[in-house]
């Protein structure tokens, strides 16, 4: 999917691979392969914090959608941001981005799971 995302959700956007993964998960919850005690979601604000944003509230693809094309997380103005169309090339590095991200949280879950002590 990382490679070619439009094969998989119709369209090279961010927007559609987040309703993709949104897709999934929903299923997974229908199904009870994961429980709503699973919906608290560190990666929401593991962005904020990584871009520079106070607050998750605007979700992660919209930060880094955002990000993509050129605005800063300081004071933004989020009705700029959606009055703004979003070119192709933008697009495209918000996907590349957030695959880094992803990767880079990855990582760091991983690193803390190592060195959270285990309770038994």
């Known amino acids: 999917m990382e490679r070619r995302p439009a094969m998989w959700v119709g369209e090279?956007?961010?927007?559609?691979?987040?309703?993709?993964?949104?897709?999934?998960?929903?299923?997974?919850?229908?199904?009870?392969?994961?429980?709503?005690?699973?919906?608290?979601e560190p990666f929401f604000d593991w962005v904020a914090d990584k871009l520079g944003y106070f607050e998750s509230t605007a979700g992660w693809v919209n930060m880094i959608v955002a990000e993509s094309m050129g605005f800063e997380s300081?004071?933004?103005?989020?009705?700029?941001?959606?009055?703004?169309?979003t070119t192709?090339?933008?697009?495209?590095?918000?996907?590349?981005?957030?695959?880094e991200l992803l990767e880079e949280f990855k990582k760091e879950m991983e690193e803390q799971s190592i060195?959270?002590?285990?309770?038994?």
């Open 88 to 99: 192709k090339e933008q697009h495209s590095i918000s996907i590349n981005r957030f695959y």
């Open 12 to 40: 090279n956007t961010l927007k559609a691979i987040h309703l993709y993964i949104s897709g999934y998960y929903h299923a997974l919850l229908d199904e009870g392969v994961v429980t709503a005690a699973h919906t608290d």
């Open 74 to 85: 300081k004071n933004i103005s989020w009705e700029e941001v959606f009055e703004t169309p």
């Open 115 to 120: 060195t959270k002590p285990k309770l038994h």
